[in-house]
């Protein structure tokens, strides 16, 4: 039975490491959206031009980037715990 008021130690410790986790993965999907013509995304909708397929590769490593780091900002807070 739990009596304190803030998240267990157990809880803030997955919390650190999803945030490490998504932190790095963020990090990684922006890094492949902003490379420059040295990365290249591979697959892609067949009917499209090979400059589409990378512009809608990079649009959404990109957004999957933010919406990692996005998760990262809430994990955080379960590391911090309750504000007092």
Known sequence: MKTGVGPSRSTRAGAMVAFIFLVG?????????????????????????????QAVGRGVMG???????????????DVRGPRP
């Open 25 to 53: 993965a963020g990090i990684f999907a922006i890094r492949l959206a902003l490379g420059g013509a040295d990365v290249t995304l591979s697959g892609g909708i067949p009917f499209l031009p090979h400059g589409m397929n």
């Open 63 to 77: 957004i999957s980037g933010l919406a990692c780091l996005a998760l990262a900002m809430l994990a955080f807070r």
